[in-house]
Every structure is written in structure tokens, then in C-alpha cells.
């Protein structure tokens, strides 16, 4: 009798038995992904055959195509494609295709023109949108309310009420809820606080004194950056009547500058200034929008790089004042230098100097200025790094992209406006 073997009888162990679980799985995971990577086949319909008294599957017709024969038990569909002016815009089995619109109802524009796999597709006029089957007007947000998401061609406006700090005093289906005039940024009292229907209104006969800013003419200037002035001065340079800034300040797109504070700034700064200043107050109401934040985030970055200068450290009152008497045209005042030193670090000295020295000569470039200035600095003892620094700013303002790309910018703007297109610029 033979002998019977105990390992015959043992139990599989749970390593092998997870092993044969484990390929299992793999080997139909591969079998389904070979499978999805084939050509998914054509949808298919149930067609009876009046010859043979029999129902054939057949494949469906793409679209831009119609069946011209069904299928039977000698041949497949046979699809065609559609004729002018038709068209079929999904797989299907029709015998023939959909015929195109042939024009657009009240209030709508062509978007599109017919093909072989679309129709003729109209869209709303602008300020309309397409309830139903009808384009309809946008609707306006009431006073207290902005608009949120400007309507389009397909949805209507929706609008929000104003958040504490903004305001909208009329009726409109395109305007936000714009933010209260800051009175303090002007250096003024405020002397009523705004709501969510009206603005704050400041007090423009009495300056709050605990504000130095706008004490002179030469503090709006103290205010712009240097870059902000090389961006910002391709349209002060202009020369710009007061209507024409007025039509610029409108056209630019976002919050627009209120009314009140471009009247402040008239009053208070030379005309070759107000133009600069009120750009500055435009680009930071509007910050949170993404052109205007790359501004920003790019005059930022042209600003670092001129503050980084090494020269312009623990620089010697001396050397300063050789610095202001290198610029051409007109000097900066004494009191300013005093002003200068007496509140700026020494490494500000030159950004500073440069941003006055700029609003007495505005007519004047400022790469060009700092170009002379390093060549009468070459036959005074001053020193080398304090040199290089005036070279290295004079560098970047003349290779830098940026004031190239925003002053493109601005010139579309104004190009874009049709009253600043009535007139040249120079007139």
C-alpha cells in the first residue's frame, strides 16, 4: 500500500494564496486597460429590413454626415455627408440633415455661421442676454447695489450690495460699488462719512496738520517713485489740457478716480504733476485687478533694484550735496536737501533727491540727467561705488521693459477713446 503524503494535505499558506490573489487582479487590470485604449465602436440603432422582414443592428452616421442607405445582411450603413446649407450636430440615424437658420431673431448677431456640424449660432447684442428665446436687457443694480459679475450674452447681472468702505449712488448694469475717498490720503478731514449710496465728502477748507503730505507743490512729487515716474511720465510728457485728462482719467478701465479727489489734485499740484499723481491714485484703487497688479508687482521690482544700490550707503553730506549740484537744469532747493537728511535714511538720499530734482525738471529724463551727472562726477573726488550706483539707475531705466510695456498700454487706452482720438496729443 502506498504511502499517502502528509504535504498533500497541509492548508495553502496566506503568502501563496495572496500571490494568486494579487496576479489575478493585475492580469485583469491589464486585459481592461488593452481594452480602453481600442477605439470606442459607433453607437448603434435597431433598423427592419422591408426586404428580408428582418431587424439589422447598424451603425449610427457621425455627425456632419446623414444615413444615405441603412444597413442590411450584405453591407454596413452607408453614411453621406450633409448637402449646403445643413447640417448634424451628433451621431444619430436620420435619413437626412437639419437645415440650417436662416437668420437671426430681433437683438441677436450672427456668432457663427453654419457648417456641416453646427447651425447657424446667434448671440444677444451686447447689453442683452437670452432668457428663453428672447435676449432680454441686462439688468440694473439700484443705488446701495454694485454689480458683481457684469451680465454677458447668456446670463443676466448679478449684482451685491455694497460692503462696508464702498458705495454706488446710482442706477446702472455695469458699475461696481466703488470705495469711499480716503480724506486722510489727501491730507484732509473727512467731514462726512461715506454710506452705501454716498461718498465721503471731505473737508477741502481746512487740512488736518497731522498729515505732511500736500503742505507744497514739490510733496505730490515726494510721493511718486522713481519707476512709478518713468512708467507715469510717457503721458505727463504730453501735456495733456485739463479736458483731455479728464477723458484719460475716464477711460482708463476699473474703479475710476472720483471726481473730487482729481479736483484736489488740480489744486494742489502744478500741472505737470497732476497727471502722474492721479495714474498713481488710479493704479491703487484698482490693485486687486491682475493688469494692474503685475504693474505694481513690476514697479516693486524695478524699485528694489534701484534701492539696492550700494554706493547710495552711508553716504556723506558732502558727496550729496556734489550729487545735487551734478544734476543739469534746475537745483534742488537747500530747504529740501535739509528736509532730505533730516528725515530719510542716507541710503534714501539719492532716491529721494532724484524724485525732487525730477519735479523741477519734469520737461527732462531722468536716465539722461543721471548719464551727465556720472560724467561730471568722474573729475570729482567722489566715490567709485557712488558712481556705479548712478550708472546702474541710469541702466535701468534705460533697459528696463516695463515702462515700454505700461507706456504701450496707455497709449491704447487713449488711441482706444474716441474723444481723445478727435485730437492729437500734442494739440
Not at 109 to 122: G, K
Not at 153 to 181: F, M, N, Q, W
Not at 261 to 282: D, G, R, S, Y
Amino acid at each position: 500500500m502506498g504511502v499517502v503524503s502528509k504535504r498533500s494535505h497541509q492548508a495553502v499558506p496566506a503568502t501563496m494564496k495572496f500571490t494568486n490573489w494579487y496576479c489575478t487582479h493585475v492580469l485583469l487590470f491589464a486585459v481592461s486597460f488593452t481594452w480602453a485604449l481600442h477605439e470606442i465602436p459607433a453607437p448603434t440603432y435597431q433598423h427592419w429590413d422591408p426586404v428580408t422582414s428582418h431587424f439589422f443592428t447598424c451603425d449610427q452616421c457621425p455627425s456632419g454626415t446623414f444615413v444615405q442607405h441603412h444597413c442590411n445582411a450584405n453591407r454596413k450603413t452607408v453614411c453621406s455627408p450633409c448637402p449646403a446649407h445643413h447640417y448634424s450636430e451628433n451621431w444619430h440615424w436620420d435619413e437626412k440633415c437639419q437645415y440650417c437658420t436662416v437668420v437671426c431673431k430681433e437683438k441677436q448677431n450672427f456668432q457663427h455661421e453654419c457648417n456641416s456640424t453646427h447651425n447657424r449660432l446667434c448671440k444677444c447684442i451686447e447689453g442683452y442676454h437670452l432668457e428663453i428665446e428672447f435676449c432680454i436687457k441686462h439688468s440694473s443694480c439700484r443705488s446701495g447695489y454694485g454689480v458683481k459679475k457684469p451680465g454677458t450674452s447668456e446670463d443676466d447681472t448679478v449684482c451685491e450690495r455694497c460692503p462696508e468702505g464702498y458705495y454706488s449712488g446710482e442706477l446702472s448694469a455695469t458699475k461696481p460699488c466703488i470705495k469711499h475717498t480716503n480724506c486722510a490720503e489727501l491730507g484732509l478731514r473727512t467731514s462726512s462719512p461715506g454710506t452705501a449710496t454716498c461718498d465721503a465728502v471731505c473737508d477741502t477748507n481746512e487740512k488736518d496738520s497731522s498729515f505732511p503730505y500736500f503742505h507744497n507743490q514739490l510733496v505730490c512729487y515726494r510721493d511718486i517713485t522713481l519707476c512709478e515716474e518713468v512708467v507715469f511720465q510717457f503721458i505727463a510728457s504730453q501735456g495733456l489740457p485739463a479736458y483731455q485728462l479728464a477723458m484719460l482719467m475716464d477711460s482708463l478701465p476699473g474703479q475710476k478716480v472720483d471726481g473730487r479727489n482729481i479736483e484736489m489734485v488740480k489744486k494742489i499740484c502744478n500741472p505737470k504733476q497732476q497727471t502722474i499723481h492721479l495714474l498713481k491714485l488710479w493704479m491703487h484703487q484698482n490693485k486687486d485687478q491682475d493688469n494692474i497688479y503685475n504693474l505694481i508687482q513690476d514697479m516693486n521690482q524695478c524699485e528694489r533694484a534701484v534701492s539696492r544700490c550700494p554706493g547710495f550707503k552711508n553716504l556723506t553730506l558732502d558727496h550729496f550735496n556734489i550729487v545735487k549740484e551734478s544734476l543739469p537744469g534746475n537745483k534742488v532747493k537747500e530747504e529740501d536737501i535739509r528736509w532730505i537728511v533730516k528725515t530719510c535714511d542716507p541710503k534714501q538720499y539719492i532716491p529721494q533727491l532724484l524724485s525732487l530734482w525730477k519735479a523741477q525738471n519734469a520737461d527732462q529724463d531722468t536716465a539722461n540727467a543721471l548719464s551727465q551727472s556720472v560724467k561730471k562726477l568722474r573729475s570729482q573726488k567722489v566715490p567709485r561705488k557712488l558712481l556705479q550706483s548712478l550708472r546702474r539707475i541710469a541702466n535701468i531705466f534705460n533697459t528696463s521693459a516695463i515702462h515700454i510695456i505700461y507706456q504701450k498700454m496707455f497709449l491704447e487706452i487713449i488711441q482706444g477713446s474716441q474723444c481723445l482720438k478727435a485730437k492729437s496729443l500734442n494739440e
